[in-house]
């Protein structure tokens, strides 16, 4: 999109941007409210301002005057917001948004406006607990070629001895929901190969918490009998391909397995059952995805997520990162079928910026996390930590089976690795960084465990840090 100075921006009519636990999103207004894209706050505020009633000149003027920025930061980082965000954008359409909440910058406007804007973002990531991921078992029924996790991949689905038993569980959802956990997400390995999987459903759900739950096994008619009347219960499928030889080649797995899982898919469509699919996108799908989309929803599905492929210290391999013109092309599609299947919710699990390599998503769009201040993590054993994004052991921090959750939630250890000293970061550039604390919310400790072996290192998307945190192999 190409934009000259007089130009008017403003948000296309169907989209508004809102503020959802502390994370500025932007969504449709129809069919029914849905998420698009998470947004940093950067994005989130420029998108409050294309309310129709600025040119382009005076909306980067205004931009430069908020942020702080030079003049020319500011062309670059619009220029980048448009090559991203353009098919969001209307330009010099006429149209006028009343609705957007847009801040006023005039000349006379102060930089605390914005400031207390900031701060209302920033008050909704106050600690209190919402999320707990559970990872009920480290058995895996799939082999994939991008395993993150580490699971072992067990055909049978026998607990191993350290595992929680089912008393154990209940005092743990009890726990959560006294504590104020609204939701966990069962995770693994794979969840389905606990054995006692429908309970631990149904001690959860029967105190009152959400239940997510992600699968790549199939799902039986007798499962979905007993689960189907549970109301809060939300079941994610991965699936990565529906081609027989690229799904065994993805899944370590047999090609009857796929055909299990589509009947498994059918099954729930059948029953009333709402599901999400969920894809990685690596090197060998890229292409293939978008062609899943018609056949999901020709099943019923009404949502998909695709997710990037990114560094593990499982099984990282650098040849299933895809290419840069291949995401472009991706992302075109997928712009194209979120048009055409109106009815289907989409969640675009990868950024542009950092997939192009921009500077900027390092200094201004790096996401918050939520770890430790939102949710945290149980393991099979009872070891709790801050990031449900591993079960790596360097990563955990102590066992539930020694104190009660409120204590762990509460513990020294929890709150150091919110807010880490410097002295933990000894001989590294964070030690002497000016922006060492406020870094603390957009510091991932995986990133740095994945690239240097430790947690306490820089985060390889710092902008200080001059190494490339790869999500393509060009």
């Known amino acids: 999109m190409n934009v000259n100075s007089r130009d008017v921006l403003v948000l296309k009519n169907n989209y508004k941007v809102k503020v959802k636990n502390g994370r500025c999103v932007l969504e449709t207004i129809y069919p029914y409210e849905r998420n698009i894209l998470t947004l940093s706050l950067i994005h989130g505020i420029i998108f409050s301002m294309l309310d129709g009633n600025r040119c382009y000149e005076v909306l980067c003027d205004d931009i430069s005057y908020v942020l702080g920025i030079p003049k020319e930061k500011t062309n670059e980082l619009m220029k980048n917001f448009i090559d991203v965000f353009e098919s969001f954008i209307e330009v010099n359409s006429g149209l006028k948004r009343s609705d957007l909440n847009s801040i006023d910058i005039a000349r006379n406007t102060t930089v605390a406006d914005y400031k207390t804007i900031k701060k209302d973002i920033l008050d909704n990531l106050k600690r209190e607990p919402v999320s707990l991921v559970y990872f009920v078992t480290q058995k895996c029924g799939s082999d994939c070629i991008y395993c993150a996790v580490g699971s072992s991949y067990k055909k049978n689905s026998l607990c191993d001895d350290n595992q929680l038993n089912i008393e154990e569980i209940q005092q743990l959802a009890f726990e959560a929901r006294k504590l104020g956990f609204s939701e966990v997400e069962l995770t693994g390995g794979d969840p389905l190969m606990h054995p006692d999987i429908l309970r631990i459903i149904e001690i959860f759900s029967d105190v009152g918490i959400k239940v997510n739950i992600s699968t790549k096994m199939p799902i039986t008619e007798t499962f979905i009998n007993k689960i189907k009347n549970i109301n809060n219960l939300n079941i994610q499928i991965s699936l990565d391909a529906i081609d027989p030889v690229l799904f065994e080649r993805l899944t370590g797995t047999s090609k009857d397995r796929l055909k299990d899982i589509i009947t498994s898919l059918e099954l729930l469509s059948k029953n009333n059952i709402d599901y999400k699919v969920k894809a990685t996108i690596t090197s ?118 020694n104190m009660t959750l409120k204590e762990a939630w509460e513990s020294e250890n929890m709150m150091k690795m919110i807010k880490p000293t410097r002295d933990l970061f000894k001989g590294t550039l964070c030690e002497q960084c000016d922006l060492f604390d406020e870094c603390s919310l957009k510091r991932c400790y995986l990133r740095s465990l994945i690239y240097f072996g430790t947690i306490y290192e820089i985060d390889p998307l710092c902008p200080y840090s001059k190494y490339d945190y790869k999500y393509t192999r060009n």
């Not at 079928?337 to 989409?346: A, G, I, R």
């Open 284 to 401: 060998y799908n890229i292409f293939h995805i978008p062609s899943m989309v018609k056949f999901l929803h020709e099943k019923g599905c009404k949502c998909f997520h695709v997710q990037s492929y990114y560094m593990s210290q499982v099984k990282h391999n650098e040849n299933l990162f895809p290419k840069k013109e291949d995401y472009k092309t991706f992302d075109l599609k997928m712009q194209q079928l979120m048009n055409e299947y109106k009815d289907m919710d989409f969640i675009l699990g990868y950024d542009l910026d950092i997939i192009n390599g921009s500077r900027k998503f390092r200094s201004v769009s790096r996401p918050y996390c939520l770890g430790g201040r939102k949710g945290m993590a149980i393991y099979e054993n009872g070891d709790f930590g801050m990031c449900g994004m591993t079960a790596n052991k360097s990563m955990r921090i102590g066992n539930i089976r």
